[in-house]
């Protein structure tokens, strides 16, 4: 089991930044696939950023078009964090922020990470509203 606990959303005017961390606890998976999903009221959910972590590619990146090129995933291992920078931010970026991890057990194939792909485990999410 993989528990997952996001942080750092809050309220911000249009142009500000945010940094959102996701810790990770429970069982440790060296291959995984961890994405920023939102979602906000009247709308579907919205994949936002991944990153795969572990061999053969660790550190691959993943973005949806709407936030390419103002945010920005990453990872610490030593932490077992994962945080999502946002800068630029515009209203339409308001919504409720969920972490996902998707793993690979010992002696299965590597996960393939994508925004697209079926995610295992959830956070509890994390509030983002920007104002303008």
């Known amino acids: 089991q993989v528990q997952l606990v996001e942080s750092g959303g809050g309220s911000v005017e249009a142009g500000g930044s945010l940094r959102l961390s996701c810790a990770a606890s429970?069982?440790?998976?060296?291959?995984?696939?961890m994405g920023w999903f939102r979602h906000a009221p009247g709308k579907e959910r919205e994949g936002v950023a991944a990153?795969?972590?572990?061999?053969?590619?660790?550190?691959?990146?993943y973005y949806a078009d709407s936030v390419k090129g103002r945010f920005t995933i990453s990872q610490d291992n030593a932490k077992n964090t994962v945080y999502l920078q946002m800068n630029s931010l515009k209203p339409d970026d308001t919504a409720m922020y969920y972490c996902?991890?998707?793993?690979?057990?010992?002696?299965?194939?590597?996960?393939?990470?994508?925004?697209?792909?079926?995610?295992?485990?959830w956070g509890q999410g994390t509030q983002v509203t920007v104002s303008s």
């Open positions: 990153i795969y972590i572990g061999w053969p590619v660790s550190g691959s990146t």
């Open positions: 996902a991890a998707a793993v690979a057990p010992r002696g299965s194939p590597p996960p393939i990470c994508s925004l697209d792909r079926p995610f295992g485990y």
């Open positions: 429970g069982d440790v998976y060296n291959r995984k696939c």
